[in-house]
C-alpha cells in the first residue's frame, strides 16, 4: 500500500475581496521522493483510526477526556480522547449502542466519577469503562439501566455535584445520588410548572444548587433539603438566558 508524509504547511490566505473570486489554494511540490520520505507520516500509519466528519449534535458533554454528543438522529457518538495541541478526533466506530430508540430517544448527559450517565425520554442509564484507544482497542462497558420509568427532559441541562446528578425530568426536579433517583422539587412543583430549565449551577459558599428559568432562579439548598426562590425586575421583554459561576459568584445573564 501507499505510505504517506508531510512534506510541507499550507497556509490559508486572509480573507477578503481579493480572494472570493477562487476558491482553490495551490501548492507546488518541488519536494523530492528521498526528503518526503523523512516527513512526519500520516497519522492512520500508525494504525490510529481514520477521522470522520460526526453528524449535526444537539447535546454535548465532556467525559473522560472525550466529548459525548447526542445526535440529531438520536445516536451518541464519542470522540477519541484529547491530545494538547491535536483536533479532536471522531470516527464513526465510536458510538454508544442504545436499543429501543423509536420510543425512548436520548435527551441529556452527564459525566461523573467514573460514569456517564445517559437520560433518556423514558429512562435513566449509565455507561462505565476506559472506552476505546485511537486505534479502536478496548471499548465502554454496556449501558446499565438505572431506572426504566423517569428520564429527563429534552435538551435539558444536567448538574454532576457529590451528592449526584440534578436534572429535569417531566414531573419536576430530581437527584440522582447514591441511593437511587429523589424527587427533591415537590416543595417547589407549582412554580417549576411547564417551565425549562435553563442552567444548572453550584455555589458552595450558600451550599445550593441554583436553577435558572427564564424569570427566576430556584435555588435548593442540599444540606437543609430546603428551596429559596429568587425573582428579578425585568424589562418588557427581558428574559433570563444563561448562568454562570465565577469564582463561586452567581452571574444571571439576561
Known sequence: GNIFNRVATV??????????????ISHHDKVSDANAATGAFLYTEGGELANVAPPPARYIAAHRNRIFAITE???????????????????????????????????ALCGGAGELYIFRERSTWSVSGEGPSKTGVGDFYKPRLIDSNIGSLKNTPTLYSSDGVYFQNKRGIFLLGGDGLKYIGAPVEDLVGSN???????????????????????????????????????????????????????????
Open 11 to 24: 497556509g490559508n490566505p486572509s480573507i477578503d475581496s481579493s480572494v472570493t473570486d477562487s476558491p482553490v
Open 73 to 107: 438522529d438520536n445516536r451518541i457518538w464519542f470522540s477519541k480522547e484529547y491530545q494538547n495541541k491535536v483536533g479532536l478526533g471522531w470516527s464513526d466506530e465510536f458510538q454508544i449502542p442504545l436499543d429501543g430508540l423509536d420510543h425512548d430517544k436520548p435527551t
Open 196 to 254: 425549562r430549565v435553563i442552567a444548572i449551577r453550584q455555589h458552595q459558599g450558600t451550599e445550593t444548587v441554583r436553577f435558572a428559568f427564564s424569570d427566576k432562579v430556584l435555588a435548593y439548598n442540599y444540606r437543609e433539603d430546603a428551596w429559596a426562590n429568587y425573582t428579578y425586575s425585568l424589562s418588557v421583554g427581558e428574559t433570563i438566558v444563561g448562568m454562570e459561576n465565577l469564582n463561586d459568584i452567581i452571574y444571571v445573564i439576561t
